[in-house]
């Protein structure tokens, strides 16, 4: 039964890409809920038809362009992570679905279908990229170490946060081999997996944002927690670190 209901889902998150493929090639209606935060037609239409597929599933649906149910038996979307890059024609974005039973991850999927890169996890049973399977970097030289970040929304208008932004670059960009800033923190989350990157980390995320790849990053034999080194709580963690292990500790020392 529960392989049976991963791939249902799977193969509901497959056709959605074809929606998210013809907004990527195409003219897109753009607005803002921020300064910066954009939204098109596409994040619309792919969560609309992915909360309506979902229906047949017993679970309540957290998604980011509409109301919040309650968390618990849950599946959390995001229609578009990376909505500028998708509005820019950047393929840099994806489909995040993260699937929750009793407030823990069962299930998790990030799928890029303008690159077909669709990367799953299965909790206890490892993460998969395209069906093969994946394992964090065993570089453990910090110096060595590729680490993605992001810089959020509310550097527009929030000093303290763009501060802290530029603090933590200072501290981590000598330190580390370099620092890739590419937009989409689900496909960041699913590079430190796949051990592209050594580490990864982020202020302000959403749910929606982290839930798939947070089972990734684990089940392909990394950490994820918060800047201070303890369980990372989606819903209240201001910043989220996630790493191939190795070099955990020496990223959160720095941040």
């Given at each position: 039964?529960?392989?049976?209901?991963?791939?249902?889902?799977?193969?509901?998150?497959?056709?959605?890409?074809?929606?998210?493929?013809?907004?990527?090639?195409?003219?897109?209606?753009?607005?803002?809920?921020?300064?910066?935060?954009?939204?098109?037609?596409?994040?619309?239409?792919?969560?609309?038809?992915?909360?309506?597929?979902?229906?047949?599933?017993?679970?309540?649906?957290?998604?980011?362009?509409?109301?919040?149910?309650?968390?618990?038996?849950?599946?959390?979307?995001?229609?578009?992570?990376?909505?500028?890059?998708?509005?820019?024609?950047?393929?840099?974005?994806?489909?995040?679905?993260?699937?929750?039973?009793?407030?823990?991850?069962?299930?998790?999927?990030?799928?890029?279908?303008?690159?077909?890169?669709?990367?799953?996890?299965?909790?206890?049973?490892?993460?998969?990229?395209?069906?093969?399977?994946?394992?964090?970097?065993?570089?453990?030289?910090?110096?060595?170490?590729?680490?993605?970040?992001?810089?959020?929304?509310?550097?527009?208008?929030?000093?303290?946060?763009?501060?802290?932004?530029?603090?933590?670059?200072?501290?981590?960009?000598?330190?580390?081999?370099?620092?890739?800033?590419?937009?989409?923190?689900?496909?960041?989350?699913?590079?430190?997996?796949?051990?592209?990157?050594?580490?990864?980390?982020?202020?302000?995320?959403k749910p929606w944002d982290?839930?798939?790849g947070i089972l990734i990053?684990?089940?392909?034999?990394?950490?994820?927690?918060?800047?201070?080194?303890?369980?990372?709580?989606?819903?209240?963690?201001?910043?989220?670190?996630?790493t191939n292990d190795l070099?955990?500790?020496?990223?959160?020392?720095?941040?």
């Amino acid at each position: 039964m529960r392989i049976k209901e991963f791939e249902e889902i799977k193969s509901i998150i497959i056709k959605a890409g074809e929606i998210f493929k013809e907004g990527f090639y195409s003219s897109k209606e753009i607005t803002l809920k921020g300064k910066k935060d954009l939204v098109t037609e596409y994040d619309v239409k792919i969560e609309e038809f992915l909360k309506e597929e979902f229906k047949k599933f017993d679970y309540s649906i957290i998604a980011e362009e509409s109301v919040k149910d309650k968390f618990g038996n849950s599946i959390i979307i995001d229609p578009i992570d990376g909505t500028t890059n998708f509005a820019h024609q950047i393929p840099h974005c994806a489909i995040s679905v993260g699937v929750y039973e009793n407030k823990k991850p069962k299930f998790a999927f990030v799928y890029n279908p303008v690159l077909n890169e669709f990367y799953t996890a299965v909790a206890g049973e490892g993460a998969y990229k395209n069906g093969k399977k994946i394992n964090v970097s065993k570089n453990d030289y910090f110096q060595r170490a590729l680490i993605g970040t992001g810089f959020p929304y509310s550097s527009a208008d929030n000093t303290e946060d763009l501060d802290l932004v530029i603090n933590r670059l200072h501290n981590v960009l000598p330190k580390c081999q370099d620092i890739r800033r590419l937009g989409s923190a689900a496909l960041d989350l699913c590079y430190v997996a796949e051990g592209k990157y050594e580490g990864f980390y982020e202020i302000n995320l959403k749910p929606w944002d982290v839930s798939a790849g947070i089972l990734i990053v684990n089940e392909a034999g990394g950490k994820v927690t918060n800047d201070r080194g303890g369980e990372f709580d989606m819903f209240n963690d201001k910043c989220i670190v996630a790493t191939n292990d190795l070099i955990h500790e020496d990223l959160l020392s720095l941040l």
